[in-house]
């Protein structure tokens, strides 16, 4: 397996973990005992620091909420799905984006759906909040994808050139 592949793999697996984590809270909450809601608590107190978490914008399961809002976990899940469809469309090794252009596609309605949310013009709901996120995760996923795996080659490469044994062959 190419190193492209490899990067992508583990890029692919580590989303796919964090979505685990979104849906593992309110799971391992309802669970009880005192270590799956300890657990719970953990990834509730980590998920925090990215996302409000308001319980009236979050998705339930077992009558506890997700580890963050809806539109966070729309931009999650469907960042997944872009990363997982990616090869379909793209090499791993073409190293393109797409035109930034998209980027408004992506940030435009997810930005507007809040600021008349909070103008008091439009009122901003489940529905919306999960179409616009996950415009947004599947775009992002778009962009952020090939410029990670530029990185992460350019990082193996430059290991490689100053010697380094550990990443000798991998950077093809």
Same mark, same amino acid.
């Given at each position: 397996?190419? !190193? ?19 849906? #593992? ?14 657990? #719970?608590?953990? !990834? ?102 090939? !410029? ?19 990443? #000798?062959?991998?950077?093809?």
């Amino acid at each position: 397996m190419n !190193l492209s592949k490899r990067i992508y793999t583990a890029f692919v697996l580590s989303a796919g973990l964090w979505c685990v984590a979104i849906v #593992a809270a309110p799971v391992l909450y309802a669970l009880g005992g005192a270590g799956g809601r300890t657990f #719970a608590e953990a !990834l509730y107190l980590g998920f925090s620091r990215i996302c409000h978490q308001l319980d009236g914008r979050s998705l339930h399961l077992f009558g506890a909420k997700f580890g963050v809002c809806v539109r966070c976990t729309s931009i999650y899940f469907s960042f997944f799905l872009g990363l997982l469809l990616y090869p379909f469309f793209r090499s791993l090794d073409s190293g393109s984006i797409p035109n930034v252009r998209w980027l408004l596609v992506a940030v435009f309605p997810m930005a507007a759906d809040a600021a008349l949310n909070d103008l008091g013009i439009h009122r901003s709901d489940e529905l919306t909040r999960v179409v616009t996120g996950s415009v947004a995760g599947f775009i992002f996923a778009l962009f952020i994808l090939p !410029l990670f795996l530029e990185a992460l080659k350019q990082l193996f490469i430059r290991r490689n050139l100053q010697g380094d044994s550990r990443y #000798a062959g991998q950077a093809q």
